[in-house]
């Protein structure tokens, strides 16, 4: 008996301690973020997010590349040069030998070309390079909008695991006060020893569902600071909450916007565009390139030579000279690149179409499936509240019956159960509302 009794200590010390333990205020001031908050903190620093802000200023710089295609070139040279003979130079007239003083020589020159006519294939390039820069921001737009998805669904976790803690607190709160009665009853010899076990039996239970909680929250602050880019061992602790989300909005009226927002389905229209565009581009080589050119260049020359009465006179040649052509060139024959290449394009285009018929048919069916989501979590929250109300007057009801001998103690531990269950239950319902209509945003391309 003795035994027991210090048995049932340690069960009600183990409970008092994990009731006691420290909340939300812990980390309360800087570590209290909103929803907001998060996304935007998200959105500037998570990895994703900068790798396709990287990959969309790139293909800006592979337009500029196209559209220089379509540009002259321009080249300037200049140059300048000195020689001199080392050796004597002997003058029969003069009967005497001289050093060469030496020449110099300076040059200059301008270059143009430019291709006047290649099939439409710069153009062509051009037009996709645009594309292409497209479908790089929607790949942008679609990866920040995965994001804030994602980060969304994390900070609702976090706020349903603090929820769930909080009702799991209360629930150990009455399981103690539950236990209080149950050993002064015993005392007063009007509870068996079975009914004081198994409320200690209760609070133990209600003490490790707590810290199985707290062990929820770390894990939720953890997979949200991951998103964050932040340091994983911070505390983050919630401000906003779960709410009933109100959504009034049709299965069409979601299909339509979808439709016409979703920067994946947009993503996935420009690389068909690009996919086509590159099948122009290969048709284009078919046909002949003309291409135009004009050079200027001047030089100078200057030396001194030795005139009759053995003085240097200086000597300057200067040659000036410039040119103009056109050319026109058609490849005959280049080991079947020409039929292969437009082949290979033929066949991405191809297989970019069944992509992007398959990308919408899988974005009606996630729009879908959100609605019908979004519906069902609705009416589980409705039964979830009224089932939670009918759990409280039961346990209003058990306790008093309990108090006053009418009941056992299994039908009130089976009514703080059923409570407890039923705040769970209702909990659950608003996450899941608040995830279907975040997965609903994400699907119509809202952030």
């Known amino acids: 008996m003795e035994r027991i009794g210090r048995i049932g200590s340690i069960l009600l010390f183990v409970g008092l301690f994990a009731g006691g333990l420290p909340t939300t205020n812990v980390a309360a001031g800087q570590n209290e973020f909103s929803l907001k908050q998060c996304i935007d903190l998200a959105l500037q620093k998570n990895v994703g997010v900068t790798v396709s802000q990287n990959g969309y200023r790139s293909a800006k710089y592979d337009l500029w590349n196209a ?22 130079t002997y003058v029969q007239q003069l009967n005497t030998y001289y050093q060469d003083p030496g020449s110099k020589s300076y040059s200059t020159g301008i270059n143009l070309s ?46 349903e695991t603090a929820m769930l803690r909080k009702v799991q607190e209360d629930a150990l709160t009455r399981s103690n006060k539950q236990l209080e009665v149950t050993n002064s009853k015993y005392e007063l010899g009007s509870a068996s020893l079975s009914e004081k076990l198994k409320a200690q039996v209760t609070v133990a239970n209600d003490s490790v569902a707590l810290l199985t909680r707290e062990n929820n929250i770390r894990s ?35 299909i339509q916007i979808a439709l016409e927002n979703n920067p994946g389905l947009k993503k996935s229209g420009a690389d068909y565009d690009a996919a086509k565009t590159q099948v122009s581009i290969a048709r284009a080589s078919w046909l002949p390139s003309v291409s135009a050119r004009m050079s200027w260049s001047w030089s100078t020359n200057d030396t001194k030579r030795l005139d009759s009465l053995g003085v240097f006179q200086p000597l300057t040649n200067v040659n000036r000279s410039y040119s103009v052509g056109v050319s026109a060139s058609y490849s005959l024959f280049n080991g079947f690149q020409k039929k292969t290449t437009y082949s290979q394009a033929r066949l991405s285009e191809t297989n970019q179409r069944e992509s992007f018929g398959a990308a919408r048919n899988q974005l009606i069916s996630d729009v879908r499936q959100a609605y019908l989501d979004i519906q069902t979590a609705r009416l589980q929250h409705q039964a979830a509240r009224l089932a939670e109300q009918s759990a409280q007057e039961d346990m209003k009801l058990q306790s008093e019956r ?3 001998g009418a009941s056992s103690i299994l039908e009130l531990l089976d009514a703080q159960y059923s409570l407890t269950n039923a705040q769970y239950s209702r909990i659950q319902s608003l996450y899941q509302l608040n995830l279907a209509v975040a997965s609903m945003a994400k699907a119509m391309g809202r952030m």
């Open 220 to 254: 939720a602050e953890f997979a949200l600071n991951l998103l964050l880019n932040r340091d994983v061992t911070l505390p983050i602790v919630p401000s906003d909450t779960l709410v009933n989300v109100p959504f009034d909005m049709s299965i069409d009226q979601c």
């Open 67 to 88: 559209w220089g295609d379509a540009l002259p070139t321009a080249s300037v040279s200049a140059g300048y040069g000195f020689g001199k003979d080392l050796r004597p």
């Open 402 to 404: 309990y108090r006053l």
């Open 114 to 159: 430019m291709t006047l006519f290649d099939g439409g294939a710069t153009w062509l390039r051009i037009r996709q390079s645009n594309q292409r820069k497209t479908s790089a921001s929607n790949a942008m737009n679609e990866t920040a909008l995965a994001t804030v998805y994602d980060v969304t669904k994390a900070y609702h976790t976090l706020v």
